[in-house]
């Protein structure tokens, strides 16, 4: 860490205190009955619409948009309508994700669907959508609207993917790999560009930002695969082995899956069962994956991506400061999984 940087979670502390008015303004304009959905899954009340202090978002991806910005050699602030809507765009995502996956929990609570109905969250999803891109038409770089509306179409179609692998028996990891890229990376990649555009940044370290994000995030669906598995679910606010009671291809179990082991043999035994596993069984199921190596695969993957991801960060000569929050805050992203 440089002399003056700041601690991840600092930076964390920061970045939410900055984009949460921006946010709330934004959805302030949405239908009552709809701004009560999403004020809910942001953690700002109840079910019922009375002021909570629900658990909110590690709000990473607007952090990112914010320490890119400045990395860049602008004031975090000129950037903060992509923040604002990067986390717009990913609160979408969240939402219809739960929906997707049948999820009964995020963030330590009941998921929205599952307290509002499937149609609220649905319409929800997508009034949050639609305010992401309002914010970056109604600012200083209207056009930037269209590096979002094409990371949502990468985010659907790494969705779509992620839903139809778990009917597929063979699933590469290459092929996971691409699925992970599109679902999770192309946001993060984003969240990056968005802060090197709003900054005024040249194209060619613009694009070195995206590339940064891109690796963070691929980096960051690893971690998030693993913590899948073995989380804690009082950390992650989620239930253990929800991803292996639905088959999910996540990266640990591909890896596994593709191992050649007898672990790996089990386990697809396992995968290939049309009925539903109780606790043992997929305890059991966990072991496997680790007996076959996709644990430390997924691991060292981590590891090497973050790397990669830090060169790539230090090719743009980004501001010391911002460049050593970053570093941090990629740092914290790996520690979340050991
Ligand atoms: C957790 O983020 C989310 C991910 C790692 C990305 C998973 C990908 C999707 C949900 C894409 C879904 C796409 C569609 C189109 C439905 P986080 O740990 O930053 O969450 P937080 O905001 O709770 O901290
Ligand atoms: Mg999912």
Request: one cysteine or more.
């Amino acid at each position: 860490m440089s002399a003056h940087s700041r601690s991840a979670s600092a930076v964390l502390a920061w970045s939410r205190d900055l984009v949460q008015p921006g946010l709330r303004d934004a959805v302030d304009r949405l239908p009552p009955a709809i701004r009560r959905i999403a004020g809910y899954h942001l953690g700002w009340w109840d079910e019922h619409g009375s002021p909570a202090t629900a658990p909110t978002g590690k709000a990473i991806r607007p952090a990112l948009t914010l320490l890119c910005a400045e990395s860049a050699g602008a004031a975090a602030e000129v950037a903060l309508p992509a923040a604002v809507a990067v986390e717009l765009a990913h609160n979408f995502s969240l939402l219809h994700d739960d929906l997707l996956d049948g999820d009964h929990k995020r963030r330590h609570r009941p998921t929205a669907w599952t307290v509002f109905g499937i149609n609220g969250a649905i319409l929800t999803g997508d009034a949050l959508l639609a305010l992401a891109s309002d914010v970056l038409a109604d600012s200083a770089h209207p056009s930037s609207a269209r590096v979002l509306t094409t990371t949502v179409i990468d985010l659907v179609d790494g969705e779509h993917t992620d839903l139809a692998f778990e009917q597929y028996d063979d699933v590469s990891v290459q092929e996971c790999e691409a699925m992970v890229e599109r679902k999770t990376a192309s946001l993060l990649a984003a969240s990056c560009a968005l802060g090197g555009i709003f900054a005024g940044g040249d194209p060619v370290t613009v694009t070195r930002l995206s590339e940064f994000g891109r690796l963070l995030g691929m980096a960051y669906q690893h971690v998030d695969d693993l913590l899948g598995i073995w989380g804690d679910p009082a950390v992650t606010g989620k239930p253990v082995h929800t991803d292996l009671a639905s088959r999910k291809k996540s990266l640990p179990v591909v890896a596994a899956l593709a191992s050649g082991t007898p672990a790996g043999h089990e386990l697809a035994d396992w995968y290939r069962l049309d009925r539903s596993l109780g606790d043992d069984c997929l305890t059991h199921l966990a072991r496997l994956v680790e007996e076959a190596g996709g644990r430390a695969w997924c691991e060292s993957e981590t590891k090497r991506l973050m790397d990669e991801a830090l060169l790539m960060l230090s090719a743009t000569a980004p501001a010391p400061r911002p460049a050593a929050e970053l570093s941090a805050l990629a740092d914290l992203l790996v520690c979340r999984a050991s």
